[in-house]
C-alpha cells in the first residue's frame, strides 16, 4: 500500500487558484436536522414504517439514513436555509469565477 502524497498547506493557502469550500448541511447550511425532517415526513405519510424505522436504527445511523433516503423525497426549496452561510457560499462562488 503506498503512502498518500503530501500536501503543502502552505502552498495551497499561497496558491491563486480557487479553494474548494465546504459547508456542513445540518446545523449550518440548514437551520434543522435533515434526518430527523425527513423521517418526521416520512412517518408523517406512512405511519406503520415506525417499525422499519427501529429497525434500521437498530444497525445504526448510516442505515437509517439509507433507509430514510430511500422513501423520503425532501423539497429542497422548503428547508430553513441560514442567510449567512448562504451569503458566505455565494461570496466564495463569485470570488472564485
Known sequence: MSAAPSLDFEELYQSSKPKP???AVDGTLVRSDVLV???SADLGRVPWRLESLFSAMRQGKAALKDE???RTTIDV???PYDE???SLI???QAANT
Open 84 to 86: 449567512d452561510a448562504v
Open 68 to 70: 430514510t433516503a430511500a
Open 21 to 23: 469550500l465546504f459547508a
Open 90 to 92: 455565494r461570496q466564495s
Open 77 to 79: 426549496f422548503l428547508l
Open 37 to 39: 425532517a425527513s423521517a
